[in-house]
Protein backbone atom coordinates (compact mmCIF):
# COMPACT_ATOMS: atom_id res chain seq x y z
CA UNK A 1 0.00 0.00 0.00
CA UNK A 2 2.58 2.50 0.72
CA UNK A 3 4.10 2.05 -2.57
CA UNK A 4 1.03 3.09 -4.24
CA UNK A 5 0.99 6.22 -1.89
CA UNK A 6 4.67 7.21 -3.06
CA UNK A 7 3.61 6.59 -6.47
CA UNK A 8 0.37 8.53 -6.05
CA UNK A 9 1.76 11.48 -4.75
CA UNK A 10 4.53 11.41 -7.42
CA UNK A 11 2.06 11.33 -10.38
CA UNK A 12 0.14 14.56 -7.96
CA UNK A 13 3.19 16.65 -8.00
CA UNK A 14 3.78 16.34 -12.06
CA UNK A 15 0.05 17.02 -12.18
CA UNK A 16 0.89 20.05 -10.02
CA UNK A 17 3.70 20.85 -12.36
CA UNK A 18 1.32 21.37 -15.52
CA UNK A 19 -1.38 23.33 -13.77
CA UNK A 20 -3.29 20.43 -12.05
CA UNK A 21 -5.03 21.70 -9.00
CA UNK A 22 -3.93 20.21 -5.46
CA UNK A 23 -7.76 20.07 -5.07
CA UNK A 24 -7.62 16.79 -6.45
CA UNK A 25 -9.36 14.86 -4.16
CA UNK A 26 -7.10 11.60 -5.08
CA UNK A 27 -4.14 13.89 -4.33
CA UNK A 28 -5.86 14.79 -1.11
CA UNK A 29 -6.49 11.51 -0.55
CA UNK A 30 -2.83 10.25 -0.84
CA UNK A 31 -1.84 13.17 1.25
CA UNK A 32 -4.12 12.45 4.61
CA UNK A 33 -3.35 9.11 3.61
CA UNK A 34 0.21 9.39 3.52
CA UNK A 35 0.62 11.74 6.42
CA UNK A 36 -0.36 10.29 9.90
CA UNK A 37 -0.89 14.03 11.02
CA UNK A 38 -2.48 15.61 8.37
CA UNK A 39 -6.53 15.23 8.25
CA UNK A 40 -8.95 16.63 6.18
CA UNK A 41 -10.00 19.38 7.56
CA UNK A 42 -6.61 21.19 6.67
CA UNK A 43 -6.43 20.62 3.32
CA UNK A 44 -7.94 24.06 2.29
CA UNK A 45 -4.34 25.30 3.99
CA UNK A 46 -3.04 22.26 1.84
CA UNK A 47 -4.53 24.12 -1.34
CA UNK A 48 -3.47 27.14 -0.84
CA UNK A 49 -0.03 27.03 0.30
CA UNK A 50 0.32 25.19 -2.77
CA UNK A 51 -2.17 27.02 -5.66
CA UNK A 52 -1.69 30.59 -3.66
CA UNK A 53 1.65 30.44 -2.71
CA UNK A 54 3.91 28.17 -4.96
CA UNK A 55 4.80 26.37 -2.26
CA UNK A 56 6.31 22.59 -3.32
CA UNK A 57 4.52 19.50 -2.42
CA UNK A 58 7.01 18.19 0.17
CA UNK A 59 7.36 21.67 2.19
CA UNK A 60 3.06 22.44 1.91
CA UNK A 61 3.01 18.60 3.12
CA UNK A 62 4.70 19.40 6.34
CA UNK A 63 3.49 22.69 6.94
CA UNK A 64 0.44 21.63 6.80
CA UNK A 65 1.24 18.90 9.55
CA UNK A 66 2.97 21.31 11.81
CA UNK A 67 -0.40 23.21 11.43
CA UNK A 68 -2.86 20.26 11.26
CA UNK A 69 -5.64 22.77 13.97
CA UNK A 70 -5.68 25.57 11.33
CA UNK A 71 -8.91 25.57 10.31
CA UNK A 72 -9.74 28.70 8.40
CA UNK A 73 -7.36 30.92 6.32
CA UNK A 74 -8.41 34.16 7.63
CA UNK A 75 -4.40 34.49 9.50
CA UNK A 76 -2.71 33.34 6.21
CA UNK A 77 -4.88 35.72 3.91
CA UNK A 78 -4.76 38.74 6.80
CA UNK A 79 -0.72 38.55 6.71
CA UNK A 80 -0.22 38.19 2.86
CA UNK A 81 -2.87 40.91 2.47
CA UNK A 82 -0.42 43.06 5.20
CA UNK A 83 2.76 42.80 2.89
CA UNK A 84 1.50 43.60 0.12
CA UNK A 85 0.04 46.48 1.26
CA UNK A 86 3.57 47.22 2.02
CA UNK A 87 4.14 47.68 -1.54
CA UNK A 88 5.74 44.20 -2.05
CA UNK A 89 5.12 41.83 -5.42
CA UNK A 90 3.76 38.79 -5.05
CA UNK A 91 6.63 37.04 -6.23
CA UNK A 92 8.50 38.70 -3.48
CA UNK A 93 5.31 37.68 -0.51
CA UNK A 94 5.50 34.28 -2.04
CA UNK A 95 9.46 33.99 -1.59
CA UNK A 96 8.72 35.39 2.29
CA UNK A 97 6.33 33.04 2.54
CA UNK A 98 8.07 29.56 1.80
CA UNK A 99 11.11 31.01 3.63
CA UNK A 100 9.69 31.66 6.77
CA UNK A 101 6.14 29.43 6.86
CA UNK A 102 5.56 30.58 10.72
CA UNK A 103 5.03 34.15 9.67
CA UNK A 104 1.74 33.12 7.82
CA UNK A 105 0.42 32.58 11.19
CA UNK A 106 1.45 35.71 13.34
CA UNK A 107 -0.79 38.81 14.62
CA UNK A 108 -0.36 41.44 12.24
CA UNK A 109 -1.73 43.92 14.53
CA UNK A 110 0.45 42.59 17.96
CA UNK A 111 3.08 40.84 16.43
CA UNK A 112 4.19 41.69 12.70
CA UNK A 113 3.28 45.69 12.16
CA UNK A 114 5.40 46.80 15.17
CA UNK A 115 8.50 45.40 13.80
CA UNK A 116 7.81 46.42 10.56
CA UNK A 117 7.34 50.26 11.83
CA UNK A 118 10.60 49.76 13.63
CA UNK A 119 12.48 48.69 10.54
CA UNK A 120 10.82 51.33 8.32
CA UNK A 121 11.76 54.27 11.11
CA UNK A 122 15.58 53.27 10.61
CA UNK A 123 14.93 52.60 6.69
CA UNK A 124 15.48 48.62 6.94
CA UNK A 125 12.22 48.43 4.83
CA UNK A 126 13.88 46.08 2.21
CA UNK A 127 15.10 43.88 5.54
CA UNK A 128 12.02 42.61 5.45
CA UNK A 129 12.26 40.60 2.45
CA UNK A 130 15.81 40.16 2.47
CA UNK A 131 16.14 38.75 5.94
CA UNK A 132 12.58 37.82 6.95
CA UNK A 133 13.87 35.89 9.70
CA UNK A 134 13.85 38.85 11.53
CA UNK A 135 10.41 39.09 11.85
CA UNK A 136 9.86 35.75 13.71
CA UNK A 137 12.29 37.53 16.84
CA UNK A 138 11.01 39.63 19.84
CA UNK A 139 10.72 43.03 19.38
CA UNK A 140 11.86 44.35 22.90
CA UNK A 141 14.02 41.19 24.13
CA UNK A 142 15.87 40.25 20.82
CA UNK A 143 15.25 43.08 18.09
CA UNK A 144 15.70 46.43 20.16
CA UNK A 145 18.72 45.43 22.16
CA UNK A 146 20.90 44.21 18.80
CA UNK A 147 20.07 46.42 17.07
CA UNK A 148 20.73 49.34 19.01
CA UNK A 149 24.13 47.53 19.93
CA UNK A 150 24.90 47.58 16.38
CA UNK A 151 24.31 50.84 15.49
CA UNK A 152 26.44 51.83 18.61
CA UNK A 153 29.43 50.48 16.56
CA UNK A 154 28.60 52.04 13.87
CA UNK A 155 27.88 55.67 14.93
CA UNK A 156 31.18 55.62 17.25
CA UNK A 157 33.48 54.31 14.74
CA UNK A 158 34.90 57.92 14.34
CA UNK A 159 33.84 58.85 10.60
CA UNK A 160 31.22 61.45 10.03
CA UNK A 161 28.47 59.57 7.95
CA UNK A 162 24.79 60.53 7.41
CA UNK A 163 21.96 58.98 9.03
CA UNK A 164 21.08 57.44 6.13
CA UNK A 165 24.87 55.62 5.38
CA UNK A 166 24.80 54.22 8.96
CA UNK A 167 21.41 52.98 8.45
CA UNK A 168 22.73 51.69 5.08
CA UNK A 169 25.62 49.66 7.16
CA UNK A 170 23.15 48.57 9.19
CA UNK A 171 21.15 46.91 6.77
CA UNK A 172 24.33 45.23 5.74
CA UNK A 173 24.95 43.68 8.95
CA UNK A 174 21.41 42.40 9.33
CA UNK A 175 21.29 41.13 6.15
CA UNK A 176 24.35 39.42 6.31
CA UNK A 177 24.46 36.86 9.13
CA UNK A 178 20.42 36.31 10.61
CA UNK A 179 21.32 34.60 13.88
CA UNK A 180 23.02 38.10 15.36
CA UNK A 181 19.41 39.19 16.36
CA UNK A 182 18.94 36.55 19.06
CA UNK A 183 22.49 37.15 20.15
CA UNK A 184 23.09 40.12 21.89
CA UNK A 185 24.97 38.78 24.70
CA UNK A 186 27.58 37.38 23.18
CA UNK A 187 27.91 40.53 20.51
CA UNK A 188 28.44 42.65 23.44
CA UNK A 189 30.82 40.17 24.96
CA UNK A 190 32.69 39.89 21.53
CA UNK A 191 32.63 43.89 21.02
CA UNK A 192 33.84 44.53 24.63
CA UNK A 193 36.86 41.67 24.23
CA UNK A 194 37.88 43.44 21.05
CA UNK A 195 38.09 46.63 22.32
CA UNK A 196 40.00 45.35 24.78
CA UNK A 197 42.46 43.82 22.47
CA UNK A 198 42.84 47.81 20.65
CA UNK A 199 40.65 46.35 17.81
CA UNK A 200 37.82 50.29 18.44
CA UNK A 201 36.60 52.79 16.07
CA UNK A 202 36.49 52.10 12.53
CA UNK A 203 38.52 48.46 12.61
CA UNK A 204 35.55 47.41 14.96
CA UNK A 205 32.32 48.91 12.74
CA UNK A 206 34.69 47.51 9.53
CA UNK A 207 35.11 44.13 11.43
CA UNK A 208 31.44 43.79 11.87
CA UNK A 209 30.53 44.63 8.41
CA UNK A 210 33.08 42.53 6.63
CA UNK A 211 33.05 39.61 9.36
CA UNK A 212 29.87 40.18 10.74
CA UNK A 213 29.95 36.06 12.08
CA UNK A 214 32.93 36.53 14.08
CA UNK A 215 30.44 38.74 16.47
CA UNK A 216 28.35 35.91 16.64
CA UNK A 217 31.14 33.21 17.66
CA UNK A 218 31.26 32.14 21.60
CA UNK A 219 34.23 34.73 22.94
CA UNK A 220 36.29 32.18 23.91
CA UNK A 221 36.62 31.05 20.20
CA UNK A 222 37.07 34.59 19.38
CA UNK A 223 40.25 34.39 21.86
CA UNK A 224 41.96 31.87 20.05
CA UNK A 225 41.95 33.33 17.07
CA UNK A 226 43.27 36.38 18.70
CA UNK A 227 45.56 33.85 20.49
CA UNK A 228 46.47 32.28 16.64
CA UNK A 229 47.52 35.57 15.67
CA UNK A 230 49.52 36.97 18.32
CA UNK A 231 51.36 33.07 17.86
CA UNK A 232 52.58 34.79 14.78
CA UNK A 233 53.80 37.88 15.88
CA UNK A 234 51.37 39.75 15.58
CA UNK A 235 50.66 42.20 19.00
CA UNK A 236 47.13 43.29 20.49
CA UNK A 237 46.86 46.87 19.54
CA UNK A 238 48.66 46.59 16.49
CA UNK A 239 46.31 48.19 13.30
CA UNK A 240 46.52 44.55 11.52
CA UNK A 241 45.28 42.72 14.40
CA UNK A 242 41.22 43.37 13.24
CA UNK A 243 42.55 42.21 9.65
CA UNK A 244 44.53 39.66 10.77
CA UNK A 245 41.20 37.30 12.88
CA UNK A 246 38.98 38.52 10.08
CA UNK A 247 41.02 36.17 7.74
CA UNK A 248 41.66 33.14 10.60
CA UNK A 249 37.91 33.60 11.42
CA UNK A 250 37.62 32.32 8.26
CA UNK A 251 39.94 29.33 7.81
CA UNK A 252 40.58 26.18 9.39
CA UNK A 253 43.24 24.96 10.35
CA UNK A 254 43.81 22.67 7.88
CA UNK A 255 43.29 24.98 4.98
CA UNK A 256 45.97 27.29 7.08
CA UNK A 257 48.50 24.28 7.31
CA UNK A 258 47.98 23.69 3.50
CA UNK A 259 49.23 27.71 3.10
CA UNK A 260 52.22 27.28 5.06
CA UNK A 261 53.46 24.09 2.97
CA UNK A 262 53.01 26.56 -0.60
CA UNK A 263 55.11 28.67 1.06
CA UNK A 264 57.65 26.51 2.19
CA UNK A 265 58.01 25.26 -1.39
CA UNK A 266 60.05 28.31 -2.07
CA UNK A 267 62.19 27.89 1.31
CA UNK A 268 60.59 30.53 3.15
CA UNK A 269 61.33 30.12 6.63
CA UNK A 270 58.27 30.05 9.64
CA UNK A 271 59.63 33.78 10.69
CA UNK A 272 59.38 35.04 7.03
CA UNK A 273 56.27 33.52 6.64
CA UNK A 274 55.01 35.22 10.49
CA UNK A 275 56.96 38.30 9.35
CA UNK A 276 54.55 38.25 5.78
CA UNK A 277 51.62 38.03 7.43
CA UNK A 278 51.98 40.73 10.18
CA UNK A 279 52.35 42.84 7.18
CA UNK A 280 49.44 41.59 5.01
CA UNK A 281 47.66 39.03 6.98
CA UNK A 282 45.25 38.46 3.52
CA UNK A 283 48.30 36.48 1.97
CA UNK A 284 46.44 33.66 3.71
CA UNK A 285 43.00 34.61 2.72
CA UNK A 286 44.26 33.35 -1.23
CA UNK A 287 43.54 30.11 -2.14
CA UNK A 288 46.70 27.61 -2.45
CA UNK A 289 46.38 27.44 -6.25
CA UNK A 290 46.44 31.39 -6.88
CA UNK A 291 49.15 31.62 -3.51
CA UNK A 292 51.57 29.18 -5.53
CA UNK A 293 51.06 31.01 -9.01
CA UNK A 294 51.56 34.60 -7.95
CA UNK A 295 54.99 33.47 -5.51
CA UNK A 296 55.87 31.29 -8.95
CA UNK A 297 55.88 34.48 -10.97
CA UNK A 298 57.72 36.94 -8.79
CA UNK A 299 60.44 34.60 -8.29
CA UNK A 300 60.89 32.73 -11.19
CA UNK A 301 59.47 35.03 -13.72
CA UNK A 302 60.31 38.18 -13.18
CA UNK A 303 63.04 36.79 -11.05
CA UNK A 304 62.49 39.45 -8.09
CA UNK A 305 64.53 39.02 -4.85
CA UNK A 306 62.77 36.74 -2.08
CA UNK A 307 63.88 39.13 0.56
CA UNK A 308 61.63 41.72 -1.38
CA UNK A 309 58.40 39.42 -1.00
CA UNK A 310 58.86 39.03 2.73
CA UNK A 311 59.36 43.09 2.48
CA UNK A 312 56.92 43.66 0.26
CA UNK A 313 54.08 40.80 0.42
CA UNK A 314 51.35 43.30 -0.59
CA UNK A 315 52.14 42.58 -3.78
CA UNK A 316 50.69 39.17 -3.77
CA UNK A 317 47.53 40.94 -3.76
CA UNK A 318 47.47 42.15 -7.55
CA UNK A 319 46.33 40.98 -10.13
CA UNK A 320 49.10 38.87 -12.64
CA UNK A 321 47.52 39.18 -15.53
CA UNK A 322 45.64 42.64 -15.06
CA UNK A 323 48.13 44.99 -13.28
CA UNK A 324 51.43 43.30 -12.81
CA UNK A 325 52.22 41.95 -16.58
CA UNK A 326 51.34 45.22 -18.05
CA UNK A 327 52.99 47.71 -15.52
CA UNK A 328 56.04 45.48 -15.47
CA UNK A 329 56.08 45.99 -19.74
CA UNK A 330 56.16 49.93 -19.25
CA UNK A 331 58.40 49.61 -16.29
CA UNK A 332 60.84 47.78 -18.65
CA UNK A 333 60.76 49.84 -21.73
CA UNK A 334 61.11 52.97 -19.31
CA UNK A 335 64.39 51.72 -17.39
CA UNK A 336 65.97 50.31 -20.57
CA UNK A 337 65.81 53.64 -22.49
CA UNK A 338 66.84 55.59 -19.03
CA UNK A 339 63.44 57.72 -18.46
CA UNK A 340 63.39 56.30 -14.53
CA UNK A 341 65.87 55.34 -12.06
CA UNK A 342 67.31 51.44 -12.55
CA UNK A 343 66.54 51.57 -8.51
CA UNK A 344 62.55 52.44 -8.91
CA UNK A 345 60.57 50.19 -6.31
CA UNK A 346 57.98 47.78 -7.91
CA UNK A 347 55.94 47.78 -5.07
CA UNK A 348 55.78 51.76 -6.22
CA UNK A 349 54.66 51.13 -9.79
CA UNK A 350 51.95 48.41 -8.52
CA UNK A 351 49.99 50.51 -6.09
CA UNK A 352 48.74 53.27 -7.99
CA UNK A 353 45.37 53.33 -9.37
CA UNK A 354 45.15 52.81 -13.18
CA UNK A 355 44.65 56.66 -13.87
CA UNK A 356 47.63 57.60 -11.73
CA UNK A 357 49.87 55.25 -13.33
CA UNK A 358 48.97 55.93 -16.56
CA UNK A 359 49.01 59.79 -15.50
CA UNK A 360 52.75 59.02 -13.91
CA UNK A 361 54.72 56.46 -16.65
CA UNK A 362 52.77 57.13 -19.60
CA UNK A 363 51.77 60.52 -20.13
CA UNK A 364 54.70 62.72 -19.24
CA UNK A 365 56.84 60.19 -22.03
CA UNK A 366 55.45 61.87 -25.37
CA UNK A 367 58.25 60.94 -27.54
CA UNK A 368 57.78 57.56 -26.23
CA UNK A 369 53.97 56.98 -25.17
CA UNK A 370 52.90 54.96 -27.89
CA UNK A 371 55.40 52.28 -27.32
CA UNK A 372 54.06 52.47 -23.39
CA UNK A 373 50.89 52.34 -24.54
CA UNK A 374 51.42 48.89 -26.88
CA UNK A 375 53.62 47.52 -24.02
CA UNK A 376 50.52 48.37 -21.87
CA UNK A 377 47.90 46.82 -23.67
CA UNK A 378 50.09 43.57 -24.41
CA UNK A 379 51.08 44.11 -27.81
CA UNK A 380 54.68 46.19 -27.59
CA UNK A 381 56.57 42.63 -28.74
CA UNK A 382 60.47 44.35 -28.99
CA UNK A 383 61.87 46.54 -25.69
CA UNK A 384 65.48 46.40 -26.92
Not at 8 to 21: C, D, E, I, T, Y
Not at 183 to 195: H, K, P, Q
Request: with cysteine.
Amino acid sequence: MSKLMHALLFKSRLFQNHGVSFCNPLVRYVASSSTPHLSAKNSVLLDYLVGSLKFSTDKALSVSSSYSRTKSLERPQEVISFFKGLGLSDARVQSIARAVPSILFADVEKTLKPKVTLFQELGLSTLISRNPFALTFSLERTLRPSISLIKKVLVSDGRYRSEEQVNGDLLRVLTRCSTIFYMTSRLEANIVYLESCGIVGSQLSSLLLSRTRLFTMPVEKLKELVSRAVGMNLDTGSRMLAHAIGVLGCSSAKTLNGKYEVLRLFEFSKDEIDSMFVKWPYMFGLSETNLRCKIEFFLNDIKIEKALLVQQPNLLSFSIKERVIPRCKVLEILKSRRLVSKDLRLITTMSPSNRKFYDKYILPFTNDAEDLLLAYNGKFLDTS
